[in-house]
Structures are given as C-alpha cells and as structure tokens.
C-alpha cells in the first residue's frame, strides 16, 4: 500500500525507517520530512495542518494508510478530517479522533479523566483567571516543590515546577493574566508534586484492544546532570531496567486497561498510540509503585529513537490491524537488546540557535543508527543544520552501558559548528541496576 507519514523530525525519521521495512509498504511518503526521511521514501512539500491538501495528496496519489506524528493535527481533529469525507473516509488514519487528542490537548481533560477512571494520577486543581485566589490559596496546602501546567498544547514547554510559593504565584498570575503560553495558559492545572522517576510506556490500540511497547526514559534538560532549561529531549532508553514484571504488571492493570475501557465506556474513538507519562513513586516498603503525569496522544520524541529500532514485528501489519479493530490477531515481537540514543543539538538551543551550519562524520559511524530532526540538504549536497534538536544517534546492544558507550563515541564523531550534546544519558539507570 501507499502510505503517508506526517510529521519532520526524529521521531519520524525512526518511524519512517520502521515503515520502509514493511513488506505491506509499496512506497512511502513523508510530508514534509527532513534529509534523513528522503533515505525511506519520498518527501513532500506538505504542512501537517495543512488538511485539504494533504487530503488532495491523499487522493491523488492513491494513499491507503495515513500515519500521524506528530500531536498537532491530531488536537485539530485530521482524524475526524478524514472520517467526515467521502472521499477519505477509508483511509486508515493512524491516530486518535480530536475527543480522544483531548488527552493531550486538554491537562485538565486527561486529569479529569484519570479521576473518572480511578487511574492514579497526583491531586490536582484547575484555575482561571477569575479564579487566581482560590488557586494561590490551594498552593498554600501544598508542599513544595509546586507544578503549574498550563491546560493547552505549548510545545513540551508548558509545565513550572517552582521551589518557591511566591515565585509559583506569580508565575500562576504570568500563566493566566499575562498569557505566558498563549492561550494554552487560559487555565491552569495545579497538582501536588511527586517525587520519583519518571519513565514513559507507550502503547498501540484500536480502541478495544492494545499492545504495549518498550518502555523508555527520556532527559528533558539541557545540562548535564538534568540541569538547566527543558528541550525537546536530549536523549532516551529502552527499557527502562526497573520497570520489572511486577511493575508493568500494575501499569496495565492499574492504568493501561482502566485507560482503554474508558474510552470505549465514554465512547470516545481512538485508534492509535497513548503515550503514558509515569512518576514510579517508592511506597514505604521502598516499592515502586506507578502514577500517571500525562497523557500524549502520539509517540514521544526522542523515545520513538530508542523503542522503534527494537520493535521485531511489521508495523504496517500492527497499523493496518489498529485500522480495522484486530490488533488482539497480531504478535509483538521485540528485540532484547538495550537501545541509547543520544541527540546532538545547535549552539544555543534551546534558546535562539544558528541553522545552515555544515554536518560532517556522519560517514565515519558503523554499527549505530542516524536519525535526522533538524537537518536540510543544500543543492549542492551539503548537509546542514536546520534546527534545535538535529541528528540522534541510537545503538542497539545487548549490554547497555556498551550502548551507551558506542552511542557516545558515534555522537562525538560527529560534528558543526556549536554541536553539543549530553554525556550523562542513561547513567542514572547505570547507577540503580548497579545499586541493586
């Protein structure tokens, strides 16, 4: 079948080299893509909110299968899009309606959501404008550190944890009066704080039916040592060396299932990826036990760089079978190994960067894996910068400290002007297997 990939970054680099593999995969086009995609099919001047014309794409190319990427399109409803037209409506999108995106879309809907469902989540409460007194006098109960969320979409940038109360109550007035994300700050969620570590679990479902994937952590912070500001992701691990039988066995039965049958109970369609934020929170036994801090509505980035590569089975067959509502017909094979990926970003980010810096030693790696985020190929064939978060190396190894290792080494090989990367991704999990 023709298929249809949305999205440009590293996320749907892995997704796409995935796809490519696929014996169900006649040709594959991505829109709009980035130099690395152009190696798995054909990019295409598209804007993935652009719906008429990648419905007009859609059409004239005899596309079968649509895959979203990213969570954009989703909120605005390109499920939906696709359903609603004659034309479309047997396309086979891989992703949620825009009710079922409101786990993303909406804090306070997927919070909500977690209560009607008795999903464990932290304590919360959700404010306005009108509303800013009660929401100062609920974080005078609360313990810090305080965590502001604002409701909306900002970008993987919209969530405060502030170790002061006067600082968390004029950053609740900037959020809410002075619009500091926009509108995606017109509410507020406050929630208590939990202290752990976090991981993610994603998993593929029709609606009734479901796989998980790979477990996988992500480093959001610029610094080593997780300092400084939040980016994107600075890197991944999969699995995760503590999410054990006994854990995942709580996430499904805890969170996984309870997730899924509420959305068949409050009759919400969804036929795609739920990607589940954890805190695994140490009871006083010292055992972990799994709390939900948010939902996405799509793969993560950069986590789709490490648990993609370890995925055995035929995606396209794992999406067609998500289309039709028999995803329980289907095996999930994966591979054993350990997989680190390591994201190389431009000097700068993420604050203003640079873009059109010239890559080299990409040549020089074996034995890992490139994904390309921001990236563009000049006439002349030059590689070059194109944005924050630019190339990930991932290695797939049945040690992880060697794939740690190997993927390091391969990132250091590679170079621009201002490259930088992180060091320290995966250590910390280094240091719990070797505390064990």
């Known amino acids: 079948m023709n298929i249809l990939l949305l999205g440009s970054g590293g996320r749907e680099h892995a997704m796409a080299a995935k796809i490519a593999e696929s014996k169900l995969c006649e040709h594959l086009f991505i829109a709009p893509g980035n130099a690395g995609t152009t190696a798995c099919g054909t990019n295409v001047n598209l804007k993935v909110e652009d719906f008429n014309g990648i419905g007009k794409f859609v059409v004239d190319n005899n596309i079968q299968m649509v895959v979203v990427g990213p969570e954009v399109p989703l909120v605005a409803g390109i499920a939906d899009y696709f359903i609603n037209n004659p034309r479309l409506k047997e396309v086979a999108v891989i992703g949620p309606s825009a009710q079922g995106a409101l786990l993303e879309g909406s804090k306070d809907f997927a919070k909500q959501f977690m209560k009607r469902h008795n999903i464990p989540t932290a304590e919360y409460k959700t404010f306005t404008s009108d509303t800013i007194p009660l929401g ?239 990236t563009r190929r000049k006439d002349d064939g030059t590689l070059v910068t194109n944005g924050g978060r630019v190339l990930c190396v991932t290695t797939l190894s049945s040690s992880l400290p060697n794939a740690i290792l190997k993927s390091l080494q391969a990132a250091d090989n590679i170079k621009w002007r201002g490259r930088y990367f992180r060091h320290d991704i995966g250590q910390d999990l280094l240091k719990m297997v070797i505390g064990q």
């Open 136 to 374: 100062v006098a609920y974080l005078s109960t609360l313990k810090p550190p305080y965590v502001l969320k604002a409701d909306g979409l900002a970008a993987g940038k919209g969530v405060l944890i502030l170790d002061s109360f006067d600082q968390a109550c004029a950053e609740l007035d900037e959020m809410l009066n002075g619009a500091k994300f926009g509108n995606a700050s017109k509410s507020v969620v406050i929630e208590q704080y939990l202290s752990g570590v976090e991981l993610s679990v994603f998993v593929l479902t029709d609606g009734k039916h479901y796989k998980i994937l790979p477990t996988a952590k992500d480093y959001k912070r610029i610094g080593e040592g997780d300092t400084g500001l939040n980016t994107g992701g600075m890197g991944s691990i999969s699995p995760v060396p503590f999410a054990d039988k006994a854990f995942m066995h709580k996430v499904e039965h805890d969170i996984v299932m309870p997730t899924i049958k509420g959305l068949q109970k409050e009759g919400i369609p969804y036929k795609g990826f739920i990607f589940i934020g954890l805190m695994a929170v140490a009871d006083s036994e010292g055992i972990l036990n799994p709390y939900v801090i948010e939902y996405n509505v799509r793969m993560g980035d950069p986590e789709t760089e490490s648990v993609f590569p370890r995925i055995k089975s035929d995606i396209v067959q794992l999406f067609d079978a998500t289309w039709r509502g028999e995803l329980n017909m289907e095996s999930l094979d994966i591979d054993e190994r350990s997989a680190a990926c390591v994201m190389l970003v431009a000097d700068g980010y993420p604050g203003s960067y640079r873009k059109g810096d010239a890559i080299t030693g990409l040549d020089a790696i074996e034995g890992s894996l490139l994904f390309h985020a921001g």
